[in-house]
């Protein structure tokens, strides 16, 4: 296994075992095997008996394949939500909604974490700090993505905006019109 797999692995069960709830949800799916795929990249999880991620069995086929859009690493940190929004799953139905739901729901409690090392209140200003640190690069972000859309297809001239596009479609149809017209009385002739 990969080293970023085998530190996917380590992060998940450190976040699930600050969740109780997640061991409960997975353990009936004790031996189920997961792919998750993005671009070339796979990682292979399996669910062990105590409700814990561990490494996949190479031999066995997934019970679950989960393939993330290409832009994963964009929305991870614009719009995280979007992609297990923007995944294909496949596989077992049942295995499939436990395991998208506990990815969805999944949080990491960063201070507690922080406060093992640096006690409670400097882990609460850090975590503050932390927090909006990150949803300033969230916005930042968003921002940037809007200016560089609104450059490209407004001052560039190198993308089409809708209402250009939705213009285009409408003459186009006009002229599909008039061709037809235009065919049916040369026919007449």
Do not use: C
């Amino acid at each position: 296994m990969s080293f970023f797999g085998s530190a996917l692995i380590k992060a998940l069960n450190h976040v699930a075992s600050q969740e109780r709830w997640a061991a409960e949800r997975l353990r009936p799916f004790a031996g189920g095997q997961v792919a998750v795929y993005f671009g070339e990249f796979e990682v292979g999880m399996a669910i062990d008996g105590t409700g814990k991620f561990t490494e996949r069995s190479s031999e066995q086929p997934p019970t679950v394949s989960i393939t993330l859009p290409a832009d994963t690493p964009v929305l991870a940190v614009s719009d995280p939500q979007r992609i297990l929004g923007s995944a294909r799953i496949s596989g077992q139905a049942d295995f499939a909604e436990v395991i998208g739901f506990v990815f969805r729901n999944l949080k990491w409690d960063a201070e507690a974490d922080l406060a093992v090392v640096f006690g409670d209140i400097v882990a609460h200003r850090a975590h503050k700090f932390g927090t909006h640190a990150v949803s300033q690069i969230r916005e930042s972000t968003r921002k940037a993505a809007g200016n560089i859309a609104e450059y490209l297809g407004e001052e560039s001239g190198l993308l089409v905006s809708a209402t250009e596009m939705a213009d285009f479609s409408a003459k186009m149809a006009e002229l599909n019109d008039a061709l037809s017209q235009l065919e049916k009385r040369i026919a007449r002739l």
